[in-house]
């Protein structure tokens, strides 16, 4: 490696997985599964190579069987049609068709066994994807503008940007092995829909006149995260030219790998770091490394739109449209995909995109051929018309997959969703997210409504059940929404939401959204409603 493992210098703060990864770089399991596991088998993998499989972007699922989850990197969510049906036949052959997208633009599988890997990484490998690095202490799937190059509303088309990035720190040694888990997101879309307030390090589209010039670029975001210690990213003074990305990208991920902390794990992201230097120190620090940068210009950000596009929309290119659709919890299927690939290929641009509310959109269909693939029969459950409460609900993968979830998520939010739909009429959509653990992959903290799973105890034992959040937001009001009191237990949680938002309808004034409500009336108030339902 060519740099020096500073945080060796005293070993005695470190914690223990620190030595696991100094003994053996993470992406060294890679080989280690092609050559060795995969002819081996389950039994043969070691504990401290279990950990290490993330680098190779694969967990261990549950019940810990010999079954496997992987993600695939999808850059800035854009997919050509011979990249979705290689994803598709993999899910086909090996993970019961069984195709999950994140709330990070990322393609996740289920059910593989160690045994497919090789033949995975190399199917991947073959049409441009990888799963490496999607998941462990290194950088991982880049975010970004779902719509970048068709985009109305984007100030330049970043695609170039993130590929660069993405090139350059997917396995580089000199990076894979970071204090914690490290998340970018780059954007020019004016709102917000890489979500640059919960990621570690975001780029979000500004201007600054510059010797009399107005030159478009990005303003930057350091050390958003969520999980138990939720934070919102900073904004550094800095004015960043596209042709400066890569540079400002490298320079803070030097910063987190050389002072990020290493001695607890759940303290070990960046945002602790950046809570303690403060955004000043950090620019300093920063500024030691890359050089003298322009101060901070006019930010582009003028709202949040979560990242939702229902229906058909028109692209900045004359005559061509793209159609958003909603994937119910983010969950789809082989067959499914490839008949998208089929549609893009036959009306669009071939190209599926993925958003970071786990929903896809298809490009570059001409006007006079928009009812037309309107007509495909996929498009019916993978709906860009899709009823409210379904098109904005989130889902993590909740206890069926996942070691780390308390309770069952993904169906649960399905039944809650179309519970809502078929109970609630209601002009205003309102964002609901459910996880299963505090890690938060489902993004609760963000959400109009956020759920998170945990256990009561009953005179029938231990059941499902969650605490209610709400009043969450990104863009320039941010802030995490706020937790409720009293836990709902699972089977309740539909009648429960139902009664709160009518709540939000009766009391609300004309036009206002769930959240600007919720700042209004204040979150006591939905607590006192809350305490008033569970009564009963």
Wanted: charged share 25%.
């Amino acid at each position: 490696m060519a740099y020096e493992a500073v945080w060796m210098k005293d070993p005695s703060k470190l914690n223990k997985f620190e030595f696991v990864k100094i003994e053996k770089d993470g992406l060294d399991v890679i080989r280690t599964i092609i050559d060795q596991y995969a002819n081996e088998g389950y039994d043969a993998i070691t504990e401290d190579d279990m950990n290490r499989f993330k680098w190779a972007g694969v967990y261990e699922q549950k019940p810990r069987d010999g079954h496997f989850m992987m993600r695939v990197r999808i850059n800035t969510g854009i997919l050509t049609t011979a990249q979705a049906r290689a994803l598709a036949s993999i899910a086909r052959d090996y993970g019961r068709d069984l195709i999950d997208v994140t709330t990070r633009q990322a393609v996740q599988y289920h059910w593989l066994k160690v045994e497919n890997l090789p033949d995975i990484f190399s199917r991947l490998e073959a049409v441009g994807l990888y799963s490496y690095e999607a998941c462990g202490d290194c950088p991982r799937t880049i975010v970004g503008n779902p719509l970048a190059g068709i985009d109305k509303d984007e100030l330049m088309d970043t695609r170039e940007i993130v590929e660069q990035v993405n090139d350059f720190f997917l396995m580089n040694r000199d990076f894979s092995n970071l204090p914690r888990k490290y998340k970018m997101s780059i954007s020019a879309n004016i709102y917000n829909n890489a979500h640059a307030e919960i990621n570690d390090l975001a780029f979000t589209p500004a201007t600054k006149v510059i010797d009399g010039e107005e030159v478009i670029g990005f303003h930057v975001y350091v050390g958003g995260g969520l999980s138990a210690k939720p934070h919102l990213a900073k904004e550094l003074d800095l004015f960043v030219r596209p042709e400066d990305v890569l540079k400002v990208a490298i320079g803070v991920t030097t910063i987190f790998r050389d002072f990020g902390y290493r001695e607890k794990r759940h303290q070990a992201r960046l945002k602790f770091l950046v809570a303690d230097w403060g955004p000043e120190k950090f620019l300093e620090k920063l500024t030691e490394i890359i050089g003298e940068m322009p101060s901070r210009g006019e930010s582009k950000i003028v709202g949040w739109n979560a990242v939702y596009y229902d229906g058909v929309y028109p692209q900045k290119e004359e005559g061509l449209n793209f159609i958003g659709l909603n994937v119910p919890v983010g969950r789809t299927n082989s067959d499914e995909f490839e008949q998208l690939a089929d549609i893009a290929d036959q009306f669009g641009d071939g190209t599926i995109r993925t958003t970071m509310s786990q929903n896809l959109i298809l490009a570059g269909i001409p006007a006079d051929k928009v009812e037309e693939a309107l007509q495909a029969p996929v498009l019916e459950r993978l709906s860009p018309n899709a009823k409210p409460f379904m098109s904005r609900t989130v889902s993590c993968t909740g206890n069926e997959f996942c070691n780390l979830a308390v309770v069952e998520t993904k169906e649960r939010a399905r039944r809650v969703a179309e519970y809502l739909d078929e109970n609630v009429q209601l002009d205003e959509k309102i964002r609901i997210h459910f996880i299963g653990c505090p890690n938060a992959c489902g993004q609760k903290h963000i959400a109009d409504i956020g759920l998170q799973g945990a256990l009561v105890k009953t005179p029938e034992g231990m059941v499902d059940a969650f605490d209610i959040a709400v009043g969450g937001i990104l863009g320039p009001e941010a802030k995490f929404n706020t937790t409720l009191k009293g836990r709902v237990k699972g089977d309740d949680v539909g009648g429960v939401l139902a009664k709160l938002i009518l709540f939000y309808k009766e009391g609300r004034q004309a036009g206002e959204s769930f959240h600007h409500y919720v700042n209004r009336v204040g979150a006591p108030a939905f607590q006192e409603k809350l305490n008033e339902i569970l009564a009963v």
